[in-house]
């Protein structure tokens, strides 16, 4: 090949990367957004809204997956992943709350890291949920909401591979660690105080030790003759 025709050939393909790169970051970036919107929905209980959302996402992210295929360098540079992780965590934020299975990566379309990564921010979001329903008054819901977080964080500790496979997974695990643990304080000093709360409204639970009587005193004036025999 003459000079010419390979510096064409090699503008041809950097071209081609480079309009590939463009479409995976706006769709990426576009996706995002719709993952942050149908959080936020989700937690006003717009469900459907958030619905529509996460549906325009996944169609974000199947136009960035397509236009980078062909070109692995740029596929797996990162950004693609932020935007499923992103997909991830609204996914899962939005099946747990409103109390449906959660979908595992495979029904996602979304790769192992990114979803483990998602998952982990999804802790934070269901603490949100959690204080929300703490104001509500439903303790119940608080408490299954816990009990979401502390099973993803049960599996995210599991997985303990470098930080170069996991796109600093265990990073992510310490802070789910340290929203867990705050959460836990919180729901138990809130539950401990509607407790109080109910006892003082009740009064003395039945089979308590009696109050001691007050001490006998004599009516003024009344009190006994000194002297019984009159002397």
């Known amino acids: 090949m003459t000079l010419p025709e390979i510096h064409a ?5 950097l071209e081609a990367k480079y ?30 809204a958030a619905d529509e959302l996460l549906d325009e996402a996944r ?32 996914r899962a934020t939005r099946a747990l709350i409103a109390g449906e299975p959660l979908p595992g990566p495979g029904d996602l379309g979304v790769g192992d890291v990114p979803y483990l990564n998602g998952l982990a921010e999804a802790v934070g979001e269901l603490r949100r949920h959690l204080l929300d329903e703490l ?18 964080y049960g599996l ?14 265990r990073r992510s695990t310490d802070v789910a660690r340290s929203i867990l643990e705050r959460t836990r304080g919180d729901l138990t000093l809130t ?10 409204r009740l009064g003395p639970a039945a089979g308590s030790i009696p109050a001691a009587p007050a001490p006998h005193r004599e009516p003024p004036g009344e009190g006994p003759d000194p ?4 002397g």
């Open 135 to 152: 104001r509500r008054g439903d303790s119940a819901r608080a408490a299954a909401a816990f009990a979401a977080m502390d099973e993803i």
């Open 156 to 169: 995210l500790v599991q997985i303990d591979y470098p930080d170069a496979m996991t796109a600093g997974l």
């Open 19 to 48: 309009s590939a790169r463009e479409v995976g970051l706006a769709n990426g970036r576009q996706a995002i957004r719709r993952c942050a919107n149908a959080i936020r929905a989700t937690h006003r209980g717009q469900l459907a």
């Open 191 to 200: 539950l401990v105080q509607h407790e109080l709360a109910s006892a003082l």
């Open 227 to 230: 002297d019984p025999a009159g």
């Open 59 to 90: 169609g974000l992210l199947d136009v960035a997956e397509a236009a980078l295929a062909a070109h692995p360098d740029i596929y797996y540079a990162g950004f693609l992943q932020d935007g499923q992780k992103e997909y991830a965590e609204a």
């Open 9 to 13: 050939d090699l503008q041809r393909r």
